[in-house]
């Protein structure tokens, strides 16, 4: 049957629940969160003079924990306003309310009879058919479901979602002893559709797959860290993003987190694990029980392996803690050959094979843990997961790897790692021994465009599932279907008469090969194919156009270059626009300046949920000048109605682009004007690619007419100008902003107004473009300008003069 999740209940309000619950909402769903009464008013309730009869009372504990939520930083909503989703109550009043949810998610404290006793309760209210999941981090389902009925069993699993639910893209699915198969397939692909997960299906073992794996890493991490004695700073330079591993690398992941979770898991599985192997490894070395037995389990008590200390004058000093003495000292800025050898290898996969080969404390540091972890995965099969595949996508999406366990293990090559593994005592399973000695030298490998696993069961290679569904260019680089590239960008061939742009400089900032790249690609559909994609697999869509070529011609007062270089940028960014066949741009995570334009331009956008979109040229002393400034004057023109406000809807514009405002969401992207209604949003970042190709050919097959270029733009000329100028000068009496500040938003403000025109007046795009080039132009010669270039160039930060 068909099924459609229109409501969702969670029950329990705590940081997971609220979390889950903003989730929910994010995509539109309405929510009903619930929580316990509480037993006895606090103080502030005393004073009012109410009692635990009043509703106020009743739902407190809900809505203080979803305000907290709110407050809370990252943001758990897409756009604030989607909070409007989410109804609060408390179990004892509103819990007869789930007859007409669609979907009941249990959230409670991590305790079976707490669980079992809501489910009781539950069981009276819930209608069949409807699902009913826990958000449990390792309590088996079998025991869950001992005591329930047969339809509650049917339609129970567990749906284990990682911290915080809208960034970790991690969804464990865990099947109990007689869920539905038709369950499961629906949940799977429920959270990878529309939640935006990596769905993993698991097995009902203790700690699942992520955990299992990720607190073993990092427990075992711990041990080899002490054996070294090695120091908190040394440690998270070498695990943080060198290896693609998340910045907060492996102390600060542990202090944000919390100490007192990550230990909890590793004392129930040395607990429960009796049979494994490495069972040794969870328990504690002295460089943890210390800080667990003192209460020093990070941020949430004010000191773990990091202490923020803040002094009398307001200054803040980050000390970090000295795993010898137990001490607080300065916080230390370690240096390794390995890391400064490997400084210039921009890809991820070939600095990992250098870093691990290196001879030094970082290399001996990397073969111990890389090691100590593929003999450890190797032995989890089957026991957690049949495919290994499983297991590296849990990690990854779990603990933000970019690449999992056995995917390392190939970069390092299988072979010539289990020879240097088994120098070292650390023995692969004999199903790593049996698949090389059948000639396979690979856990993955590429074949006819598809990306496959290897079957330990059949000794085969067999196609991951659900990937067919998905474009990934590292499959294309391996079904060889790169038709063009460059130092910068290469162009791919997507299939179905549809190619593909990605830039792969250093932040994809789009500098003269991405400029080239993009003109060859445009070139290329309009002769052969029905449309062009442009997008990418880096950590950031684009962080802009290249400032260090810009800084060079600034000062050398080489201004002709630089009018060159921004005459160049603006043209290929209209070429983009006024192509004759359909363009799609798909950014994620950051696309800023230049890559802000370049999306701005293209015929359609398709933006994953993650999209922190803005233009931000003001941070460096300058305006944007790729046909930003003109895009947003033109958008302007074209959204007023008659008996709009029409100053105050440019304003805001101005006001975006003057503080350099960038979206914290998709969502938000769209109410500041970056995307329109023909743009579009893909929750699953592994499916904008192939969102966007689909784009391509609906814009295609809808019969794409080659569009003309406006000559009626509207603008105010003096009247908006006085308002601009009104402002700034308000703005810099008030010393809310400086006097280059000013200088720069003036020349943004005579642009957005279309010069010095008495009345209002129809323009060309062109016409804005050249305003644009002109008083970008004019502001690389000014010092200060080039004072902020250089902060952002070399010391990687805004500098306000």
């Known amino acids: 049957m068909k099924r459609t999740i229109k409501k969702v209940a969670i029950l329990g309000s705590g940081v997971m629940g609220s979390r889950i619950a903003c989730h929910f909402a994010n995509i539109g769903v309405q929510v009903l969160l619930l929580d316990i009464v509480p037993f006895e008013l606090n103080e502030d309730e005393q004073k009012k003079g109410l009692s635990l009869s009043d509703k106020s009372v009743r739902n407190r504990l809900v809505n203080t924990a979803l305000q907290n939520t709110l407050k809370s930083k990252p943001a758990s909503l897409y756009d604030a306003s989607h909070v409007s989703r989410i109804t609060t109550g408390n179990f004892d009043d509103d819990l007869p309310k789930i007859k007409d949810y669609d979907w009941v998610i249990e959230v409670v404290v991590e305790k079976l009879d707490i669980k079992k006793s809501l489910f009781d309760k539950v069981e009276q209210y819930r209608k069949p058919g409807s699902l009913i999941t826990s958000n449990t981090s390792g309590i088996p389902m079998q025991l869950m479901c001992e005591g329930r009925s047969e339809d509650f069993q049917a339609y129970f699993a567990g749906t284990h979602f990682f911290n915080p639910p809208r960034y970790l893209r991690l969804l464990e699915i865990i099947p109990g002893p007689k869920t539905k198969p038709e ?48 120091g908190v700073s040394e440690v998270d330079k070498l695990t943080g993003t060198v290896i693609g591993r998340a910045k907060s690398a492996t102390f600060r992941t542990m202090d944000v987190v919390g100490l007192d979770t990550t230990v909890n898991v590793a ?41 923020m200390i803040r002094h009398k004058d307001g200054s803040k000093e980050l000390k970090e803690l000295d795993l010898k003495t137990f001490e607080y000292k300065d916080a230390e800025k370690p240096k390794f050959k390995a890391l400064e050898a490997s400084k210039e290898i921009d890809d991820l996969k070939k600095r990992i094979k250098f870093l691990v080969n290196f001879d030094d404390r970082a290399g001996e540091f990397y073969r111990a843990s890389f090691y100590d972890l593929f003999k450890y995965v190797s032995h989890r099969i089957p026991e957690i997961a049949d495919e290994l595949y499983r297991i590296d996508q849990a990690v990854s999406a779990g603990f933000g790897w970019e690449l999992g366990p056995f995917e390392t293990w190939d970069v390092l090559g299988v072979k010539e790692t289990v020879e240097k593994m088994e120098a070292a005592g650390e023995k692969a399973a004999a199903w790593v021994h049996e698949m090389l000695a059948a000639g396979h030298s690979s856990f993955y490998k590429v074949d006819g465009g598809v990306r496959k696993y290897y079957d330990i069961p059949s000794k085969s290679y067999k196609a991951i599932p659900g990937t067919d569904e998905f474009i990934l ?18 162009i791919y061939d997507m299939g179905d008469d549809v190619i593909g742009l990605e830039f792969h400089t250093k932040m994809n900032a789009l500098g003269q090969e991405v400029i080239e790249g993009i003109n060859t690609a445009i070139n290329m559909a309009e002769k052969s194919y029905k449309g062009l994609v442009i997008g990418n697999e880096g950590a950031n869509f684009s962080a802009g156009a290249n400032l260090a070529m810009l800084f060079m011609f600034a000062g050398d ?56 979109m803005g233009l931000v040229e003001f941070g460096v002393g300058l305006i944007p ?17 008659s008996g709009d406000v029409e100053l105050n809807r440019l304003q805001e514009y101005f006001m975006n682009i003057a503080t350099a405002k960038v979206s914290m969401s998709a969502a938000e992207a769209r109410g500041l004007g970056y995307l329109q209604a023909k743009d579009s949003i893909t929750l699953n ?24 270029q406006q000559t009626d733009v509207k603008v105010l000329g003096k009247s908006s100008l006085a308002l601009f100028e009104a402002g700034i000068t308000g703005m810099l009496y008030g010393k809310y902003i400086s006097e280059h500040d000013a200088k720069i938003a003036r020349k943004l403000a005579w642009v957005m107004s279309g010069g010095d025109l008495s009345s209002p007046t129809e323009v060309s795009e062109q016409y804005l473009l050249d305003l644009e080039r002109e008083a970008f132009l004019s502001l690389t010669g000014e010092k200060k300008t080039l004072e902020r270039i250089h902060s952002i160039l070399f010391k990687g930060k805004p500098l306000r003069n």
Not at 685 to 708: F, I, N
Request: charged share 25%; net charge neutral; glycine share 10%.
């Open 267 to 307: 004392n129930n599985l040395y607990k429960t694990l009796t049979h494994d192997e490495s069972r040794d490894k969870f328990q504690l070395p002295n460089i943890v029980k210390v800080l667990y037995d003192n209460k020093w389990w990070g941020d949430k008590t004010g000191q773990g392996y990091f202490k």
């Open 625 to 641: 000048a790729g046909g930003g400034t003109k895009e947003m004057t033109l958008r302007f023109s074209n959204e007023i109605k």
């Open 685 to 708: 970042r592994k499916r904008v690619l192939a969102d966007a190709k689909a784009k391509v050919l609906a814009l295609y097959e809808s019969g794409y007419t080659q569009p003309v």
């Open 473 to 490: 260019l590292d499959t294309l680089k391996g079904a060889d279907k790169k038709i063009w590239g460059n130092a910068g960008a290469s």
């Open 183 to 230: 369950i499961v397939d629906f949940l799977m692909d429920y959270g990878d559709r529309y939640l935006g997960k990596e769905t993993v299906l698991c097995k009902d073992t203790p700690a699942f797959i992520a955990n299992r794996i990720g607190v073993y890493a990092i427990i075992s991490g711990m041990h080899a860290i002490e054996k070294m004695g090695m």
């Open 557 to 612: 007062q080489e201004f002709d270059e630089i009018n060159l270089m921004i005459a160049g940028f603006q043209n290929t960014m209209m070429r983009a626009r006024y192509s004759s066949i359909p363009v799609v741009v798909a950014p994620h995570n950051m696309a800023l300046g230049g890559g802000c334009e370049l999306s701005l331009h293209a015929d359609a956008i398709q933006a994953h949920a993650e999209l922190y």
